[in-house]
């Protein structure tokens, strides 16, 4: 049989390249990132567990550290830290609800605002805690800073309704801003039309001054003989 010479003949490079046999050790993309979820969850809980263990210790130490048994200190130290990581917070993460922001940005801002709540954070996690750990730390700021852990808490709702405040009077005074400017503008342009008027008005006068005064010049000439 003959080969036809209008029929193509099929080259080597039209054929279909087989894809690549996959390796043993090869891995599906969704099993790469469901071990990657665990690692961090688990990294998460480990560090948990480590945190509850050694920071309420660390920070009763801290605060005993700077009151030293002192009451007025305590209760000094308590209101600073209850207003100022309070307030704070809530001021910095009010800040990442601006639309248009950028997602790394509005992240910055959440995890400076979670920061800056630490101190409390950390005051609250002793005084509900239920662990050894939790314990200890009770003692410790009853003994070496009583006041502080009841004044902190006090001053840690007066310094969340102080940003929630701080919030909410923001637009308010931009609000007042924006009506004290536009009365300064409406009084200006009013000054302005008003001198614009007793100008026309005092224009107005100097010419019929003048002729009235060449009107009576005139009728003093036509009386002469």
């Given at each position: 049989?003959?080969?036809?010479?209008?029929?193509?003949v099929?080259?080597?490079?039209?054929?279909p390249?087989p894809?690549?046999?996959?390796?043993?050790g090869?891995?599906?993309?969704?099993?790469?990132?469901?071990?990657?979820?665990?690692?961090?969850?688990?990294?998460?809980?480990?560090?948990?567990?480590?945190?509850?263990?050694?920071?309420?210790?660390?920070?009763?130490?801290?605060?005993?550290?700077?009151?030293?048994?002192?009451a007025?200190?305590?209760?000094?130290?308590?209101?600073?830290y209850?207003?100022?990581?309070?307030?704070?917070?809530?001021?910095?993460?009010?800040q990442?609800?601006?639309?248009?922001?950028?997602?790394?940005?509005?992240?910055?801002?959440?995890?400076?605002?979670?920061?800056?709540a630490?101190?409390?954070?950390?005051?609250?996690?002793?005084?509900?805690?239920?662990?050894?750990?939790?314990?200890?730390?009770?003692r410790?700021?009853?003994?070496?800073a009583?006041?502080?852990s009841?004044?902190?808490?006090?001053?840690?709702?007066?310094?969340?309704?102080?940003?929630?405040?701080?919030?909410?009077?923001?637009?308010?005074?931009?609000?007042?801003?924006?009506?004290?400017?536009?009365?300064?503008?409406?009084?200006?342009?009013q000054?302005?039309?008003a001198?614009?008027?007793?100008?026309?008005?005092?224009?107005?006068?100097?010419?019929?001054?003048?002729?009235?005064t060449?009107?009576?010049?005139?009728?003093?000439?036509?009386?002469?003989?």
């Open positions: 049989m003959t080969e036809n010479p209008g029929t193509p099929p080259s080597s490079s039209d054929a390249v894809a690549a046999p996959r390796g043993p090869h891995r599906p993309a969704w099993l790469n990132r469901g071990i990657g979820i665990a690692a961090v969850v688990v990294a998460l809980v480990l560090a948990y567990l480590i945190a509850s263990i050694a920071l309420p210790v660390m920070w009763a130490h801290t605060i005993g550290t700077q009151v030293q048994s002192n007025g200190s305590a209760i000094g130290l308590g209101i600073f209850g207003f100022v990581f309070a307030f704070l917070p809530v001021v910095m993460g009010w990442a609800r601006y639309k248009g922001m950028k997602r790394w940005l509005r992240i910055s801002i959440l995890v400076v605002a979670v920061l800056l630490v101190p409390n954070l950390l005051t609250l996690g002793i005084l509900n805690g239920t662990n050894n750990a939790a314990h200890d730390a009770q410790i700021l009853s003994v070496e009583t006041w502080f009841s004044w902190s808490v006090w001053f840690m709702v007066v310094g969340v309704l102080a940003g929630v405040g701080a919030i909410l009077a923001v637009p308010l005074w931009r609000r007042r801003g924006q009506r004290i400017r536009a009365y300064k503008v409406a009084e200006k342009a000054r302005k039309a001198e614009a008027a007793y100008k026309a008005a005092a224009q107005q006068t100097r010419e019929a001054e003048k002729a009235a060449k009107a009576a010049r005139n009728a003093e000439r036509g009386k002469q003989p």
